[in-house]
């Protein structure tokens, strides 16, 4: 089975800390993804990568960024976190191609007070 | 206007009930895809199709892709089908397909005993 952990269900930051979301995958999956997931919205791509160091911007990356040193690991990072970016985060991934579906972790719903 | 649109946003049925929940979208796709989520938990793909009709337990899902529609169907509800349902689109662009989703707002169901 393919699981995908991340670092933290529950995480509360104040305004203006830097903050590190990890997700972990062990299936060998060559793409990850960052999502938020806000009422009424939906989910969101905030980044995903393809492969190690290689990154693209999904349609929300306004604050965040992201870093994928090693092919298991996806960090998200709040340079500077704001109450807006109070939400669920959810990691997810997937083997490459357009025929394979994502994987999803538990969520991280973070809070910034 | 969301390229993926879902409908009812809600939905209470009672148990043993049939249920449908409806996807349609506006883009040209390679593959849609059901998801569940459960209340806290992560997200669980439940199919991914390209045409006609799958079928998994109590689960049926279909696509109509001429009309850009496609329908989720659970016989003999019960409480434990309680979730948030979402449909998810892969769009397809010229030569391929992009490995990203694009997502509904979700349906969120409630089954009562």
């Known amino acids: 089975d393919v699981k995908v952990t991340q670092s933290s269900r529950y995480l509360v930051k104040r305004t203006g800390e830097k903050v590190f979301l990890e997700c972990v995958q062990d299936?060998?999956?060559?793409?990850m993804f960052w999502y938020r997931q806000d009422p009424g919205l939906g989910l969101r791509l905030i980044y995903f990568?393809?492969?190690?160091?290689?990154?693209e911007k999904g349609d929300i990356p306004e604050g965040y960024s992201v870093s994928r040193e090693k092919k298991e690991r996806f960090s998200l990072i709040l340079e500077s976190a704001s109450t807006n970016q109070t939400s669920m985060y959810l990691c997810?991934?997937?083997?490459?191609?357009?025929?394979?579906?994502?994987?999803f972790g538990p969520g991280t719903r973070l809070t910034v007070t | 206007k969301n390229e993926v649109e879902q409908s009812p946003q809600n939905l209470t049925a009672q148990e043993g009930e049939f249920i449908t929940i409806n996807c349609s979208y506006s883009?040209?796709?390679?593959?849609l895809h059901w998801l569940q989520q459960h209340p806290g938990g992560g997200i669980v793909s439940l199919f991914m199709?390209?045409?006609g009709k799958k079928k998994h337990g109590r689960l049926i899902a279909t696509i109509n892709i001429q009309e850009k529609h496609s329908s989720l169907h659970i016989t003999a509800s019960h409480p434990r089908d309680s979730a948030v349902y979402i449909c998810?689109?892969?769009?397809?662009?010229?030569?391929?397909?992009?490995?990203?989703?694009?997502f509904g707002t979700g349906t969120l169901l409630a089954v009562q005993p």
């Open positions: 997810a991934s997937s083997l490459c191609g357009h025929t394979y579906e994502q994987y």
């Open positions: 299936m060998d999956h060559e793409n």
């Open positions: 990568s393809y492969d190690v160091k290689m990154k």
């Open positions: 883009v040209g796709i390679s593959a």
């Open positions: 199709l390209s045409s």
């Open positions: 998810a689109v892969r769009q397809r662009w010229y030569g391929g397909a992009t490995n990203k989703l694009i």
